[in-house]
């Protein structure tokens, strides 16, 4: 990076504030071209190895094309017409008031019992008082802090922790991984930091919601965890309220390092706008997600339940490089109206006696369409390697389409395959076992859903879980019929 | 109570019910026998509302409520129950959770008040009791992995939870050891009251030992052909149901 005392100055300034301070800043005009990641490397203050790393990338992605082999159909996007710093968004660009907010989004929020400040700062609406979180959030850092945890930004991160960043970052997912995984190296805006040092079983789940100044990350967020051998560390992801955002692409990316007996448990809630009944002005939610079970013995679970976007494209992995190393990922995904999605996961492994298990529920209706895409792949080394996949989809109504594709790749003789798959309408018999029972359709259907779900949702944090069933009910009105 | 006059039902091109005629007073219990395939089941699921028939004739009243014109959880919340022949496991539902969220509706609709975790647990655990059913049902979803003879106790128990108007049980001795079908019995003798009625459905006198009908009437192809008292019961047990049909043909 050639750097100018103007440059410096001008970090230093912006630096001094803090990062939370940032919100007066500007927004880059749309288009993306070295100078603009260099003006985002430096509006951020980078030390000069982020921003070499921004622009290898960069430069990869250049030779890059978008992908195609997903069921998703989407028009172009056009990569010159995205803003890539995202800033917090202007007060004049912002809805004024929920007035202008989608009707049925106030709904939802309203069924969840999400308060009003609370709904405006979802819809993106600037709001004076930030709610009582703050201190909340500063009660968290005191007692992480006593732990040695380290739970910040990654902008934050980069500046703090140099030696971790350049060590890990992009190391469970180089910036040569996909298109989007490069793109997001190439500009991403921000997202957490992770690290949990050596035996080190942290104190609290940790949530993002509680991270304040992790609002408005952007549309390119990335998510770095670290657990330390023996470590031990749950993150939750993500709110049911859906939330808002003008920036219809997200390219996120998430890694995650398991040391020797280390444990990441990394569960998500995603909620995103769907757009309307057509569709229209949802988010495209293209997310690159891996996690690394580099120690032997080390484990990594991915949970989540997804009910928004417009279209999710997206496989939580795991590469079980450990000997003895587990790998797992539950997995809920509801789609409805027109929204589309294309996910599942990918069990690489590469070391003796690992182990992975793989459950997805998909739940399809109206007229969408909802793919399992699953790969487990067993390695020459990987002797002793099992995997027990069950993937079940169920229909609601006729119009929908679910497809399940699970890819298996066996290099070594001796591993143990299980794989179940189901397919099933949602059964009239038990429909109207509730029904006689004196359950209104609606619940009937919201209840037989949630049990079909229930092996996931036990994997969840008892609070999400309760959180995630409300969501599925929700989620799930007026689906019927 | 309970008035059907003149029940036509078709399932798909097919009709099943042709003409039945039934009234039930409050406080009565009447059996329905008659050989397999006579159409007591389709009888019992067209007047809860299942989907799949077509009534084509007729009415079915509760206490003056047009049942015909109700969905299923209306007619539910209305008093009417139906122990299933067969009962429907639900995977995953939580069987505490299921009853609470039934019983709520039913007295929502009602316009009584919604019972809390701590009320509603007091009400389950004395109803458990009646049934002779083990608290650990209440942690399992709702009837998977019962036993047949669980499966419809587990019934009966709902219904001694809802405490419904009218109750249809559809066969629920078949596939019950003695024990077993004296517990049910009893659990059904317990709610017994001037203002519950009930329809046994069942081939065998055996359950009309332990439950004494006031009425019995044989439904042959989809209409009731003969109503008598419990002597009925007795006869039809001693010389099957042939006779009767042989004197409806020379009818
Ligand atoms: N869903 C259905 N589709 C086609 N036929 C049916 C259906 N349900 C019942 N039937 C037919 O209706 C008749 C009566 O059946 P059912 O009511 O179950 O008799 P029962 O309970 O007296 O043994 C039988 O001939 C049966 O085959
Ligand atoms: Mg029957």
Partial sequence: ?481 | MLSVKGLRAKVGDEEILKGLDLTVRPGEVHAIMGPNGSGKSTFAHVLSGRDGYEVTDGAASLDGVDLLALSPEERAQQGLFLAFQYPVELPGVNNTYFLKAALNSIRKARGEEELDAVSFLRLIREKLKILHLDDSLLKRAVNVGFSGGEKKRNEIFQMALLEPKLAILDETDSGLDIDALRIVAEGVNALRSPERSVILVTHYQRLLDYIEPDVVHVLYKGRIIRTGGKELALELEERGYGWIIDEEHAA
């Fill in chain 1, 1 to 481: 990076m050639t750097s100018t005392p103007a440059v410096d100055d001008f970090v230093k300034s912006d630096y001094e504030h803090g990062f939370v301070t940032e919100i007066e800043s500007e927004t880059f005009p749309p288009g993306l071209d070295e100078d603009v990641i260099r003006a985002i490397s430096a509006r951020k203050g980078e030390p000069e190895f982020m921003t070499e790393w921004r622009l290898k990338a960069f430069r990869h992605w250049q030779g890059m094309a978008k992908p195609t082999w997903a069921a998703v159909d989407y028009p172009p996007i056009d990569f010159q017409a995205i803003s890539y710093f995202s800033a917090p968004k202007r007060p004049e660009d912002a809805p004024k008031s929920l007035d202008e907010i989608d009707p049925v989004l106030r709904e939802t929020y309203d069924k969840l019992g999400i308060p009003i400040e609370e709904q405006k700062a979802l819809a993106g609406i600037a709001v004076d008082a930030v709610f009582d979180s703050v201190s909340v959030a500063t009660t968290f850092r005191a007692t992480l802090a006593e732990a040695g945890v380290i739970f910040c930004s990654i902008s934050e991160a980069v500046h703090d922790y140099p030696e971790l960043i350049q060590q890990y970052l992009g190391s469970v997912v180089p910036h040569t991984d996909n298109f989007y995984a490069c793109l997001n190296a190439a500009v991403f805006s921000d997202g957490t930091f992770v690290y949990i040092p050596k035996g080190v079983r942290c104190p609290m789940e940790l949530s993002t919601y509680f991270r304040i100044n992790a609002r408005n990350t952007g549309q390119f967020e990335r998510t770095l965890i670290v657990a330390e051998p023996g470590s031990y560390v749950s993150y939750l992801e993500g709110c049911t309220a859906p939330q808002r955002d003008e920036n219809q692409l997200h390219a996120a990316v998430v890694e995650l390092v398991a040391l020797d007996d280390a444990e990441i448990k990394y569960s998500t809630v995603q909620n995103w706008y769907p757009g309307d009944a057509e569709g229209r002005g949802g988010i495209y939610n293209f997310v690159t997600k891996r996690g690394d079970c580099r120690g032997a013995r080390s484990k990594i679970s991915w949970t989540q339940v997804e009910t928004g976007s417009a279209i999710t494209w997206k496989y939580p992995s795991c590469l079980l490089r450990g000997e003895g190393s587990i790998g797992e990922f539950y997995s809920v995904a509801v789609t409805k109206g027109r929204q589309q999605a294309d996910t599942g996961t990918k069990m690489i492994h590469l070391a003796p006696n690992t182990r992975s298990t793989i459950v997805s529920k998909g739940i399809s209706a109206g007229r969408s369409t909802q793919t399992y895409r699953g790969l487990v792949r067993i390695g020459q080394r990987a002797a002793g390697a099992r995997n027990h996949t069950q993937c079940d989809s169920l229909l609601i109504g006729d119009r929908c389409t679910a497809n399940t594709l699970p890819y298996i790749e066996v290099k070594h003789p001796g591993a143990r395959m299980e794989h179940e798959a189901t397919t099933s309408k949602i059964s009239e018999d038990e429909l109207f076992y509730c029904r006689s029972r004196g359950l209104g359709e609606e619940d009937a259907v919201s209840m037989i859903v949630n049990g079909f779900c229930k092996e996931v949702f036990n994997e969840l944090p008892m609070e999400f879980a309760v959180e995630a069933q409300k969501l599925l009910s929700i989620s799930l009105e007026g689906a019927v019929g």
